[in-house]
């Protein structure tokens, strides 16, 4: 079977809850999505999953959003951008998921759970890993175990009930997963999981099939977590509309911890000091602030590069792909079946490729207010990009442009005196009071000529012109770095060349 079968068109579907910040797996999940959607000419949809209404996050839908804009993975269709299937959050489709419910009591394929939370309560507490299943639901309060008459009357005195999914016994549910091919589950091994809540709320697995269905989506890829969930999903599926309806799975191997195993967290993020969500994320709850990897100073370009090579290759020896590229290029046999570690150090190294890869103007835009942010005022924008493409080579991150080019349009507010001081002396003083006053002269100013005076003043005083390079590079920047030095005093211009060896001279001692 190939991945698009049918002649159906392919449609996808990111399926988010919006409860916090994205994680980088997650946005893989989108990117797989989408890749193999564009790969094929279909439709990528975003559908909003917010039935469980106690997990709502203010504020964690319109960050999804952003992230994806962020990121370049436009939606075809989604509550944002509207679409044929709308709507397309699920707290405002709560009508037609009951119907389905309905069906499935209908025809014995669920029932009525009138258990409250209290005596479910009890019943944890008594029995070691309760489950609602085969076994258990005999002896519960259900339309299973309750005579008709008995239900009938709970029902009419409006008693509050969950549907839950009735779990055949000991039956073979199967299916083919993309990555993963056959993959078998044992119904005896699965509970009775809720499809209907008892606010009238459909669960993630009603509504995830449903929703499915309505949408017409072909296939949908999601993170290995949710394989436990797929017989649930197989058997409603197969009640509803039929197993020849169901989208190809493909369940995404975990992105794991750089250290040890397990699938990288937050926490681990936070531990070993890099992102792991997209965007800078505040808690609206605790005012927590989580870092992104935007924030952290990561083009999109990088970001995206970066999460489609974790656990997938092109078969080549190629690193650095375009978003166009990778929806050229992608296919799903190429994705891994385990899970990727993952690398802060080689993520860190695809930023600085395409930091170095991109023109500058490509970026010119997001680095200009973290200049502004500083308070550094900014020339005209030919002037600015010019700097940007001189020193990009030496930036890892979009935020060291403020220290690799700062000192281009303002006067270093820190200099590393201590790296001139121990050999100042009175020559090199001499020579660049000298200096000063050669410079002082010089009618045409660039960076031929200020590299020719230097270096004729210096064997002029028998100074090796070696000797005094760094000082003079500190004296202009600040530090030990930057590009050409002569470069950087013809583009800073004559006085402010003069003021900055000045200033410093002034605050160096003779011992
Ligand atoms: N709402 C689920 C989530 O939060 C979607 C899982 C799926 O794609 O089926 O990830």
Redesign the pocket.
């Given at each position: 079977m190939t991945e698009t079968a049918s002649n159906k068109k392919v449609r996808v579907?990111?399926?988010?809850?919006p409860?916090g910040g994205l994680h980088l797996g997650?946005v893989r999940?989108v990117l797989f999505n989408y890749l193999f959607a564009k790969h094929h000419g279909g439709d990528f949809i975003v559908r909003i999953?917010d039935t469980d209404q106690t997990r709502f996050v203010e504020g964690a839908e319109a960050y999804i959003f952003n992230t994806l804009e962020w990121c370049g993975l436009v939606p075809d269709e989604s509550p944002l951008h509207g679409g044929p299937f709308a709507p397309y959050r699920q707290s405002e489709r709560k009508p037609i998921y009951r119907q389905y419910a309905q069906q499935l009591i209908d025809a014995g394929k669920a029932y009525y759970a009138f258990d409250t939370s209290e005596e479910l309560e009890a019943k944890r507490k008594e029995i070691p890993n309760f489950q609602y299943n085969q076994t258990t639901r005999t002896v519960l309060k259900n339309s299973l175990a309750l005579s008709k008459e008995a239900v009938a009357e709970l029902l009419a005195a409006n008693t509050p009930y969950v549907v839950r999914i009735c779990m055949p016994e000991n039956e073979d549910l199967g299916f083919t997963d993309l990555i993963r091919g056959e993959v078998h589950f044992n119904t005896s091994q699965v509970d009775d999981k809720v499809l209907l809540k008892a606010d009238g709320m459909p669960t993630?697995h009603l509504a995830?099939v449903v929703d499915d269905y309505l949408m017409q989506i072909t296939h949908?890829f999601?993170?290995e977590e949710?394989l436990p969930?797929a017989p649930v999903?197989v058997l409603l599926w197969q009640y509803l509309f039929g197993l020849d309806q169901m989208p190809q799975w493909a369940h995404l191997p975990l992105i794991l911890k750089p250290d040890g195993n397990g699938k990288l967290s937050k926490r681990d993020g936070d531990r070993l000091g890099f992102p792991t969500f997209a965007m800078d994320w505040t808690d609206p709850k605790t005012n927590e602030t989580t870092i992104g990897f935007k924030e952290r100073g990561f083009l999109p370009q990088a970001f995206i590069n970066l999460l489609a090579v974790l656990g997938w290759n092109d078969g080549t020896d190629q690193e650095l792909f375009t978003l166009q590229e990778l929806i050229e290029k992608f296919s799903i046999e190429r994705v891994h079946k385990g899970g990727a570690k993952f690398d802060y150090e080689k993520a860190k190294w695809y930023n600085q490729e395409w930091i170095k890869t991109l023109p500058a103007t490509a970026y010119s835009h997001i680095v200009a207010p973290l200049f502004e942010a500083k308070g550094i005022a900014l020339p005209d924008n030919d002037q600015f990009v010019a700097v940007l493409d001189t020193v990009k080579e030496r930036c890892v991150f979009l935020n060291d442009f403020v220290l690799q080019a700062g000192f281009y349009f303002q006067t270093p507010a820190v200099v590393d005196l201590a790296a001139i001081q121990p050999k100042w002396d009175v020559k090199k003083q001499q020579f660049f009071v000298d200096l000063i006053a050669q410079y002082q002269l010089q009618t045409e100013w660039n960076s031929q000529v200020l590299e020719q005076v230097f270096k004729e003043l210096a064997t002029s005083q028998q100074i090796k012109a070696g000797e005094l390079m760094l000082p003079f590079r500190i004296m202009l920047v600040g530090g030990k770095f930057g590009p050409a030095v002569f470069d950087i005093a013809a583009f800073i211009g004559q006085a402010e060349t003069l003021h900055r060896i000045q200033q410093v001279i002034a605050q160096l001692t003779i011992a």
């Open positions: 579907r990111f399926a988010p809850s409860t997650g999940t999953e993630y995830v949908a999601r993170g949710w969930s999903h």
